[in-house]
Each structure stands twice: as C-alpha cells, then as structure tokens.
C-alpha cells in the first residue's frame, strides 16, 4: 500500500501564480483533509471532506480552494499565492470520524517568493 | 475552542535514558482523543500513541507511555531507554467525539534531542 501520496515535494512559486497540491489515498478513508504548519504553530486545518462530493473549510481556509470528485483524491488549490503561504503542506486521512488517528502524506514545502 | 498547549519547546536527554514531554489541552467536552506524533528531520508525521479519554488506563507501546490525568487535563509521553532515532520534534494533539471531531488541534511541538 502506498498509503498517503502527495505530489510535488517541493514547489516554488512567485507572487499572484497558482497551483495544485495533490494528495491520493489509497487505503478507501472516508475522511481527507489539508493541514498547513508554520514554525512554532503547529499544524492548522485548511479545509476536510468526510466523503466525495463533500468539502468543508477548517481554521485557515482563505486562499485556498479544494474538491473531492473521488474517494481517493483530495486536491489543494492556491488560487493566487501569497508570501503568507509559505509553509510546509500535509494531506492526511482516517477511515471515518471519529478516534482513528490520521495518516498522514510526506508533506509539500512550498516557498512563495 | 480546544487548545493544547506544549511548554518546553526543546528537551534533551541521554542516550538510554527516560524523557517526559508535557502536554496540557483545554476543553470542556468529555469524550475525545489525544495523540503524540514524531516528525523527525525527514518531515514524516508518525502516530506514536493514542488514548482514548473515557479510559482510565493509560497507553503504552514499547518504549513509549502516556500519563494521561483527564481531571488535570494533562497528556505527558515518556519515552524510556532513550535511542538515537527519538531525535524529532513531537507533537501532541487533540480530536474531540463531538461537533469538532473533524479536526485535530495541535499542540506547537517540543523538540527533543537525544546525546550519544
């Protein structure tokens, strides 16, 4: 099982520019959301789904967009990058709500220049 | 709003030796969760132990044990026989049974080092 897969890795980007962030599960999880962490912050939710065709927003959701078209695949969107979204990106997963804990991608650092 | 809030932001400790991290949450709900996760240097977020509130006993796995004090609201990791692999930043976290279970708060870390 791959687990949890997040593409790219790395990104830069300049100002105003917009991108993607992938994020693919492979292990039928329900629940999928985006964190963001920013040192000394820990990790904060951007937005969640709790199933296809299902999207809510989390604590920082401004400038971010996403969909869940599919059960595996959960994208994040900037729509017009801004320095502020300099960060370390993670995608992560549980089967359902409730306890489980989250698996997590590697994460996407994404410098915004 | 759930808080959880980590006071030493850098430990050490020896190789072989027994560390406790700090974690203290706020909440005024009865049922949920709390986590450790590591992330060392590779960025990698790895669950290390899950409590479940309505439990008195508290987890263990392997190496690692909670002192989990649900009146005091405290979540404290030990890590015991310290290895050179524990070096990473820990993160404690919540995730409540009710209308916010469908996120985890965090707390800031606490960056541990391990000494040969």
């Known amino acids: 099982n791959a687990g949890v897969t997040q593409t790219p890795k790395f990104q830069v980007l300049k100002t105003g520019q917009s991108m993607t962030l992938q994020c693919a599960q492979d292990m039928n999880h329900e629940y999928m959301s985006w964190y963001r962490q920013d040192p000394g912050m820990g990790l904060r939710l951007i937005h969640y789904s709790v199933g296809a065709g299902i999207t809510d927003q989390g604590e920082v959701p401004n400038g971010y967009n996403v969909s869940r078209s599919t059960t595996e695949d959960f994208p994040l969107r900037l729509l017009s990058a801004a320095p502020s979204q300099t960060s370390v990106y993670f995608c992560?997963?549980?089967?359902?709500?409730?306890?489980?804990?989250?698996?997590f991608g590697n994460g996407t650092r994404l410098t915004v220049t | 709003a759930q808080t959880v809030t980590q006071s030493q932001p850098e430990m050490s400790v020896q190789e072989a030796e027994t560390v406790t991290l700090s974690c203290t949450y706020d909440?005024?709900?009865?049922?949920?969760?709390l986590f450790w996760y590591k992330q060392p240097p590779s960025r990698q977020m790895i669950l290390v132990i899950r409590?479940?509130?309505?439990?008195?006993q508290n987890a263990t796995e392997n190496r690692f044990s909670v002192n989990f004090q649900k009146a005091a609201k405290s979540f404290s990791l030990k890590i015991s026989d310290s290895q050179l692999g524990d070096a990473a930043m820990y993160f404690c976290a919540y995730r409540d049974s009710g209308g916010s279970n469908y996120k985890l708060t965090f707390g800031k870390g606490t960056l541990l080092t391990v000494n040969p």
């Open positions: 409590q479940e509130a309505y439990k008195q």
């Open positions: 909440t005024s709900e009865s049922d949920y969760y």
């Open positions: 992560a997963s549980s089967y359902r709500l409730g306890g489980l804990p989250l698996h």
